[in-house]
């Protein structure tokens, strides 16, 4: 079965006005497949929506929503229930910087909100989608800090963590189900990330290679690493103390730790 066969007609994917969810558009209409795309600036996702529409024979539909909203997992599921959903790409995230105690309340709870509660009940509606309709596919997009504490960004951090054991213990739960899960669990990617994390920019991957990593391996491998040397730093957590781990992370990122 070819991969639209497969996951088609129409993926799903939060947060494709940039970044990693944006790559993920293109590729997977590339593949064929039409697109929902999900995020809170709707010019922006026209855009990418006609020049995706202009490249491929596929669709492309947009939905404006803030993600971070009380039920906007719930709107999204009821405003798509009469579109064939084959993929959910679970993908709109974000990151913050600096000490714990001195971050912004309202921001710390806007990002539990999407990277955890959102992120959470969307995929327990779709997994449930899927499971009854006998096929369907997700990635979640959790992250290499996922795999040990991060002083510097403490809660983003958590919230990967959550995701990552979230899908791991999902992907048992539903195994033999025809419904396939990867967890995505990319490094430094280069995005809007850093500016909404307010972190100083970073080198790292081209993020279409880190999608890519995720569409290779969906119903293959449970969790995605792009990248040789996150691959290595994401198992080397297991052969090294907890304590050595923690301070190793938190001396990388001293940087946010200064005040
Ligand atoms: N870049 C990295 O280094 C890196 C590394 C590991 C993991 N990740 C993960 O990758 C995922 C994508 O991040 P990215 O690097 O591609 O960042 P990005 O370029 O900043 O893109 C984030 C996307 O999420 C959307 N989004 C943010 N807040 C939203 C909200 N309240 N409601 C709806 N959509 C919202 C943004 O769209 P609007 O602003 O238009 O709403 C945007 O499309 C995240 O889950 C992140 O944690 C990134």
Redesign the pocket.
């Known amino acids: 079965m070819d991969f639209k066969e497969r996951y088609g007609r129409y993926a799903l994917i939060?947060?494709?006005?940039?970044?990693?969810?944006?790559e993920f558009a293109y590729i997977l209409a590339e593949k064929g497949l039409d697109l929902i795309l999900?995020?809170?600036?709707e010019d922006?996702?026209k855009e990418i929506s006609s020049d995706i529409e202009k490249k491929n024979k596929v669709e492309c539909l947009v939905i404006k929503?803030?993600?971070?909203e009380e039920n906007s997992y719930k709107e999204l599921f009821d405003l798509t229930q009469k579109f064939d959903i084959g993929l959910l790409v679970n993908?709109?995230?974000?990151?913050y910087y600096g000490r714990f105690i001195n971050q912004n309340e309202d921001k710390l709870k806007?990002m539990l909100k999407?990277?955890v509660l959102t992120f959470s009940m969307l995929t327990r509606v779709f997994a449930d989608y899927f499971v009854k309709k006998g096929r369907g596919g997700m990635v979640l997009?959790?992250?290499?800090?996922a795999f040990q504490p991060t002083a510097g960004m403490a809660q983003?951090g958590a919230t990967?963590g959550f995701e990552l054991q979230l899908g791991e213990a999902l992907s048992e739960e539903i195994k033999g189900k025809n419904v396939d899960i990867t967890i995505l669990?990319?490094?430094?990617?280069?995005?809007?990330?850093?500016?909404?994390a307010e972190g100083v920019p970073?080198n790292?991957m081209d993020?279409k290679k880190v999608a890519m990593c995720a569409v290779n391996n969906l119903g293959r491998k449970i969790i995605s690493i792009p990248g040789w040397q996150n691959k290595i730093t994401g198992k080397l957590h297991r052969f090294l103390p907890r304590s050595f781990v923690r301070w190793a992370t938190a001396k990388a990122l001293s940087h946010y730790l200064k005040d």
């Not at 939060?14 to 944006?22: D, E, N, P, V």
């Not at 999900?38 to 600036?41: E, F, H, L, N, Y």
């Not at 929503?65 to 971070?68: A, E, G, P, S, V």
């Not at 669990?185 to 909404?196: D, L, M, N, R, W």
């Open positions: 939060t947060g494709a006005s940039a970044g990693i969810g944006k999900v995020a809170r600036r922006t996702l929503k803030d993600l971070t993908n709109a995230g974000f990151g806007d999407l990277n997009v959790s992250s290499l800090a983003y990967k669990c990319p490094g430094a990617t280069v995005t809007e990330f850093q500016i909404t970073h790292g993020a």
